[in-house]
């Protein structure tokens, strides 16, 4: 396995840690004390290309691959959570989808300006009964002579608060689950698409969520992305790129508690010298280290597999599982080596610990990884 970084990723990524390390980083506790959704930093992301990572530069992406793209998120959510999902919004669940299966007409007019950072993207999947059992839609399309009309409810739409476009998923023949969803691209100052403030998270706050409801929302039928009843598969490709993005994003959360903790052992003296000299101490940081570098493995071979194969599963499922889990354990362990220094507002630690949770949850709960393994590794057909 050749794990070493080509010129033209070293470049890449250098800035993108420089950005983190000066910009994002320093704005991260104000992020998350306020909530507010960080459009200057977003902003500065798109100047490096960082909207449009995977993106063809025909499309004024930046071109890069999946290794590529996973390692840039994991630099940034060291920085910042919250910046980190955004960025997996815009590219894994938005603009990676209308590369995949958009017609010339829906790149040209939305490809570009998401690679561009002209436009925001957001997802539109999780309805108040559909979350894990997303084939359970109850958002309708129905056709006219002038198109879909589009009738329901989505919750937790990140970055539908300021978001230009929403990928919606809907049933285009009821009743019949997953058979019939479709995909569309509405935009977001359609007549009838109104938007309404989420409950307050505990972690990665300044997301920008939103419920959405659609009151007969007319979308044109040429906005329909990938075709009559292909939306589900759509849906459920975009979601493996996602949970390579959430993997990435997750060991960018343990690793900043790892250097917190490591940073905590050096300076923190109890019975005349450092805790890192205490093996108890010790051996909780070989633990995080091992766990995340084990999840960093994880997550590249799925990011590699999947400019090579036409589905993920099972490798996203599996880095997905992994990372999260071994982030949260990461945050923990930091927030137990740091005692009550960790154990405040405001303590860098805290808002890791926060951050680190919601990664088991989206986009597909820990649970719904295991299923996903087990039917892959059992040969089960659903």
Avoid at 329 to 337: F, S, W
Wanted: proline content about 3%.
């Amino acid at each position: 396995m050749d794990l070493d970084l080509t010129p033209a990723q070293r470049a890449f990524l250098d800035a993108v840690e420089t950005f983190a390390r000066e910009k994002v980083a320093p704005l991260a506790a104000a992020i998350d004390q306020s909530g507010v959704f960080p459009r200057e930093l977003v902003a500065e992301a798109a100047k490096l290309g960082l909207v449009g990572v995977t993106i063809p530069e025909a499309y004024g992406g930046a071109g890069h691959d999946a290794v590529t793209y996973a390692l840039a998120i994991e630099a940034i959510a060291r920085a910042s959570a919250t910046l980190a999902v955004i960025l997996v919004v815009q590219n894994s669940l938005v603009a990676e989808p209308i590369a995949r299966v958009g017609s010339d007409a829906q790149k040209e007019t939305w490809l570009r300006a998401l690679a561009a950072g002209r436009a925001l993207g957001a997802f539109a999947l999780s309805e108040a009964q559909a979350g894990s059992d997303a084939a359970h839609q109850k958002t309708i399309a129905r056709l006219d002579e002038r198109g879909y009309l589009l009738k329901g409810r989505k919750v937790w739409v990140a970055v539908g608060e300021v978001a230009h476009l929403v990928l919606v998923f809907a049933q285009t023949q009821p009743g019949s689950e997953g058979r019939a969803i479709s995909a569309f691209l509405v935009p977001m100052d359609s007549p009838g698409l109104t938007g309404s403030a989420t409950l307050d998270s505990v972690g990665v706050r300044g997301l920008g969520c939103v419920d959405l409801e659609f009151d007969d929302v007319r979308v044109d039928a040429e906005w329909m992305l990938g075709g009559p009843g292909r939306g589900f598969k759509l849906a459920m490709w975009a979601l493996e790129g996602g949970r390579i993005g959430i993997a990435a994003q997750a060991i960018g959360i343990g690793q900043a508690a790892l250097d917190e903790a490591l940073a905590h052992s050096h300076a923190r003296e109890q019975f005349g010298q450092p805790i890192s000299n205490f093996q108890a101490v010790q051996f909780m940081l070989a633990d995080m280290a091992t766990e995340l570098d084990a999840a960093r493995m994880l997550t590249l071979k799925a990011a590699d597999a999947k400019a090579r194969q036409p589905r993920v599963l099972l490798e996203a499922a599996m880095a997905k599982l992994h990372a999260s889990e071994a982030a949260h354990r990461a945050a923990d362990k930091a927030l137990q080596i740091l005692g009550a220094a960790g154990y405040r507002r405001g303590a860098t630690v805290e808002r890791l610990f926060r951050d680190s949770r919601v990664t088991e949850i989206y986009p597909g709960t820990s649970e719904v990884q295991r299923m996903v393994i087990a039917e892959q590794i059992l040969g089960i057909k659903r």
